[in-house]
C-alpha cells in the first residue's frame, strides 16, 4: 500500500470560483492565473477547468507550451513577459500574449521579425515598486505602437494593497492616480484587478481582471474566510494515522520536546510532514482534522510525520482519516498559524504527494 497521504483537487470547486470571479467581474474578460502549476493544482488540470476562461496568465515557457499542449487555444499572458531575444520565438510559436516592462523588452521586440503581430501588455509600475515603467511609460507606449508587428493591447499595473488598508503606503486609490497620470493619452484597455482588487475592491475598473488565488478557492485577504466570498476550496490534502499511543503527564512529544503533555492523553502521528508540503513552523494548536473532530498540532512538524493531541477525539484509531487542509480545515487558517498565507502552502505541495482528482 502507498503511503496514505494524498491530494484531491476538485475540478467542479475550480470551475465555481471561475464563475464565482466571472460574476465580480461583470464585462470585464477574465485572465485565470495559473502560474506555478497553477498554485500547485497541476497546469493540465487548470486548463481543463478553466476552459472558460478567456485567457491564461502565467510566467514561464514550458507552462505556456505544456498549455498549448493540453488543448488550450484562447490568449496566453505573459505575466513578466520574454527574459532574451530567444524566448520570442516561442512567443511567436506558441502564439502568446506578453507583458512588456522594461526598455530592454522594447528594444528586443523592435529587433525581432516575427510571423505574426505581437499582443503585448504594458506593465506600469504605481506604487509596488518591482517592475514596470513610470513616467516614461507612454514613451514606451509610442515606440512599441511605432513597430509593425506589436499590437498594444493594454496597459495593466499591480496592486500592493488591494487586500487591506494601510495609511501611509501605496493604498488602491493611490496607485489608480498613479496609473491615471502615467498612463496620460490612453484610450485603449487597461488591466489591475488580482483577487484582492476583484472580490474586496468593486472601485477598482478596468476591462480585464487576473484572479489567482480566488480561483483555487483561497482567501485575497488574510482574516476574510474565504466561503464568505462564495469561493470553494480546490486543494485538499489528507491523511491516515500511522500509530496512536498513550502519554503520561509530563512525557515530551517530537524534536526539540516541544509539546509536553499537560495530563495523560492520547497522541496520533499521521503520515504528513514537511517533506510533504506541510510547514514545518506551524505551532502547537494549528488545526488537524481527525475522523469528525478538530484536533491540535502538538509538537514539531518533522519531515514525515506531525503529532496531534487526541484527547478530543477518543475514538479515532491507527487507520482514521486525517485532513490537513481542504473542506474541514481552511488552508487560509493553517497559514495564519504558520505565519504565511494559503498562496504558499498551495505552491508548496510536494511532488511525492500522489493528487487524484473529482468533479
Ligand atoms: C500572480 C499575479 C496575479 C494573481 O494574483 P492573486 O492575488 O493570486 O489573485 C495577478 N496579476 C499578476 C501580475 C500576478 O503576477
Not at 511605432?146 to 495593466?156: N, T
Amino acid at each position: 500500500m502507498p503511503r496514505p497521504i494524498r491530494a484531491t483537487i476538485d475540478l467542479a470547486a475550480l470551475r465555481h470560483n471561475l464563475a464565482r470571479a466571472r460574476a465580480q467581474a461583470g464585462a470585464r474578460k477574465v485572465w485565470a492565473v495559473v502560474k506555478a502549476n497553477a498554485y500547485g493544482h497541476g497546469l493540465e488540470r487548470a486548463v481543463r477547468a478553466f476552459a472558460a476562461a478567456d485567457g491564461l496568465a502565467l510566467l514561464d515557457l514550458d507552462e505556456a507550451q505544456r498549455a498549448r499542449d493540453a488543448g488550450w487555444r484562447k490568449p496566453i499572458l505573459l505575466l513578466e513577459g520574454f527574459f532574451e531575444p530567444r524566448d520570442l520565438d516561442a512567443v511567436d510559436a506558441l502564439e502568446l500574449s506578453t507583458v512588456v516592462h522594461q526598455n530592454a523588452q522594447v528594444e528586443m521586440l523592435a529587433a525581432h521579425r516575427p510571423r505574426r503581430a505581437i499582443d503585448v501588455y504594458v506593465k506600469l509600475d504605481t506604487g509596488m515598486r518591482r517592475l514596470g515603467f513610470g513616467s516614461d511609460a507612454m514613451q514606451a507606449v509610442a515606440r512599441l505602437q511605432s513597430l509593425p508587428h506589436v499590437r498594444v493591447a493594454a496597459l495593466a499595473t499591480h496592486l500592493a494593497n488591494a487586500d487591506r488598508t494601510t495609511p501611509g503606503m501605496a493604498d488602491v486609490a493611490e496607485q489608480l492616480r498613479a496609473f491615471a497620470a502615467a498612463a496620460n493619452g490612453w484610450r485603449g484597455a487597461v488591466s489591475l484587478a488580482n483577487s484582492a482588487a476583484l472580490f474586496l475592491r468593486p472601485e477598482v475598473g478596468g476591462d480585464s481582471v487576473r484572479p489567482g488565488i480566488a480561483l483555487y478557492g483561497g482567501t485575497p485577504r488574510a482574516g476574510a474566510p474565504a466561503a464568505q466570498l462564495g469561493l470553494r476550496p480546490a486543494m485538499r490534502l489528507r491523511s491516515r494515522l500511522l500509530e496512536v499511543r498513550q502519554l503520561n503527564r509530563g512525557d515530551a512529544v517530537g524534536y526539540g520536546s516541544r509539546w509536553i503533555a499537560p495530563r495523560p492523553t492520547r497522541i496520533g502521528v499521521v503520515a504528513c510532514g514537511y517533506a510533504d508540503g506541510y510547514p514545518r513552523v506551524a505551532p502547537d494548536g494549528t488545526p488537524v482534522w481527525v475522523d469528525g473532530q478538530i484536533v491540535p498540532l502538538a509538537g514539531r512538524v518533522s519531515m514525515d510525520m506531525i503529532t496531534v493531541d487526541l484527547a478530543n477525539a477518543s475514538h479515532a484509531q491507527v487507520g482514521a482519516e486525517v485532513e490537513l487542509w481542504g473542506e474541514h480545515v481552511p488552508i487560509d487558517d493553517v497559514a495564519e498559524r504558520a505565519g504565511t498565507v494559503g498562496y504558499e502552502l498551495m505552491c508548496a505541495l510536494a511532488r511525492r504527494v500522489a493528487v487524484d482528482e473529482i468533479g
